[in-house]
């Protein structure tokens, strides 16, 4: 996400989708060469969950994916929340309220029968 002190989004998998992070800095939306400072608050939006992340250290050079993992840290409030959102996601799904699955044409049917009190 961030790498020679600027903030980056990833590649993603081209059109196909993939982890693709919205990046927030200060309220708003930043675009890849951000320059970022020891302090600041990057909050990262990715798929369903939300990190709030803080600049530890800032490099001039490029790190591998190791190294630069360090000089961020994650809010424990954001670990928490996100944490108590995975519990409540999966236990929605346990209890089959999760995503529903469209009726096919045969259920379709019966749907639309039922509502005009036909059979």
Known sequence: ???????????????????RWQ????????KPGRIL??????????????????????????????LASGMFNEEPTSIKRRAHEAAQRKLAHADGLGHSVRPDKRQRRKIIDFIRGRK
Do not use: H, W, Y
């Open 37 to 66: 400072k020891v302090g600041d608050l990057i909050i990262g939006n990715r798929e369903m969950e939300r990190f709030e992340i803080t600049v530890q250290k800032v490099t001039a050079q490029r790190l591998s994916a190791s």
């Open 1 to 19: 996400m961030a790498v020679g002190g600027t903030v980056l989004q990833d590649q993603g998998a081209g059109p196909t989708g993939g982890c």
């Open 23 to 30: 990046v927030e800095f200060d309220g708003q939306s930043v």
